[in-house]
């Protein structure tokens, strides 16, 4: 008799978009596809629910059966909270075999994996927003920051951003110091002055993502050794490291060595920040392992649902595996 295949299915849920992998135990993807958002704390529980049905619908049209699917593992934005959790559990049990295990964790879980490639660390997202997760040997999870752009997020592309909107406009007022943020930050808005800066923001129906966006040129600026700019990153780069030692104290007070996954476009698209941390952590009683990972958050996901299957070692074969799939994709794109 033909031995049946078994698949795990790893979702990493955003804001946004949701990428859905399926593969086989041996880390080969058979399939990877987006949906729309799955938060459960920005749509209707109607919305969430026309989402997972299209998705598994996908899966059983085109590919197949649920009933060969052993695990899911859902990393979802916005499922922080024990309610949210019962809710997408409830919505995604609709669609499956009784005997599938299935695992609901926050994203941050998938971000992590992404890089520690299930072990123990702690990951320091920096994107749009901010915010420092880890999970310790005893399965403990703790996290640091992402208050959102209002009240927290220190070292995210909005904080950068807004602090180097802030030294072009005191360079305006002749209350700081000389930039050449300035030019920058007027050309990118194709303004004249700080009037004109500000309108344009203040009238835009998402000045958060405007604001971000300003993060490359303060880079960019950075890289021209230009004192402000210089001055932002350095106080960035002292904001994540606090966070990160924060979060080790917790989770890893008797530990020599901690892995750090830095995900985000801060990391992902600079380099710069990288060896601002490194030669930041030189300085500091905690030793870091610096690490930008090679798979995605999906990626990720699926390694959380290898574990959740309760496969002892996820194996160089099943890595090469999924990293040669993301490399193909990539090339594709």
């Known amino acids: 008799m033909m031995k049946k295949m078994c698949y795990v299915m790893g979702i990493d849920g955003g804001g946004t978009k949701t990428q859905v992998v399926l593969a086989d135990l041996y880390g080969n993807v058979i399939t990877d596809r987006v949906y729309g958002s799955t938060n459960p704390n920005t749509m209707t529980e109607k919305e969430l629910s026309d989402t997972f049905r299209i998705m598994f619908e996908d899966i059983h049209r085109d590919f197949i059966g649920i009933e060969n699917?052993?695990?899911?593992?859902?990393?979802?934005?916005?499922?922080?909270?024990?309610?949210?959790?019962?809710?997408?559990?409830?919505?995604?049990?609709?669609?499956?075999?009784?005997?599938?295990?299935?695992?609901?964790?926050?994203?941050?879980?998938?971000?992590?994996?992404?890089?520690?490639?299930?072990?123990?660390?702690?990951?320091?997202?920096?994107?749009?927003?901010?915010i420092t997760f880890g999970i310790n040997e005893k399965l403990q999870q703790d996290r640091v920051g992402g208050w959102g752009y209002l009240l927290g997020d220190e070292g995210s592309g909005f904080d950068i951003g807004q602090q180097g909107i802030k030294g072009a406009l005191r360079c305006e007022d002749g209350r700081g110091q000389r930039t050449i943020l300035m030019d920058y930050i007027y050309a990118h808005f194709q303004v004249?002055?700080?009037?004109?800066?500000?309108?344009?923001?203040?009238?835009?129906?998402?000045?958060?993502?405007?604001?971000?966006?300003?993060?490359?040129?303060?880079?960019?600026?950075?890289?021209?050794?230009?004192?402000?700019?210089?001055?932002?990153?350095?106080?960035?780069?002292?904001?994540?490291?606090?966070?990160?030692?924060?979060?080790?104290?917790?989770?890893?007070?008797?530990?020599?060595?901690?892995?750090?996954?830095?995900?985000?476009?801060?990391?992902t698209n600079q380099s710069l920040m990288l060896q601002l941390l490194e030669a930041e952590f030189k300085h500091r009683k905690q030793r870091v392992n610096l690490i930008i990972p090679k798979i995605p958050p999906a990626a990720g996901a699926i390694i959380g649902a290898y574990l959740t299957e309760d496969m002892k070692e996820i194996t160089p074969n099943i890595i090469e595996n999924l990293l040669a799939h993301w490399k193909k994709r990539h090339r594709e794109a």
């Open 192 to 267: 004249k002055s700080g009037r004109e800066l500000i309108d344009k923001i203040y009238h835009s129906s998402s000045p958060k993502h405007l604001i971000s966006h300003v993060s490359k040129l303060v880079f960019q600026a950075a890289i021209e050794n230009d004192a402000v700019a210089n001055r932002i990153l350095q106080r960035t780069t002292k904001e994540l490291a606090h966070s990160i030692q924060s979060l080790s104290d917790k989770l890893f007070p008797e530990e020599e060595l901690i892995q750090v996954i830095l995900c985000g476009g801060i990391f």
């Open 69 to 130: 699917i052993k695990c899911i593992f859902a990393g979802i934005s916005g499922a922080g909270s024990q309610a949210s959790k019962q809710l997408i559990k409830k919505i995604i049990r609709g669609h499956i075999h009784s005997p599938t295990k299935l695992q609901i964790e926050a994203d941050t879980v998938n971000a992590l994996y992404s890089g520690t490639l299930g072990k123990p660390g702690i990951v320091q997202i920096a994107g749009t927003g901010s």
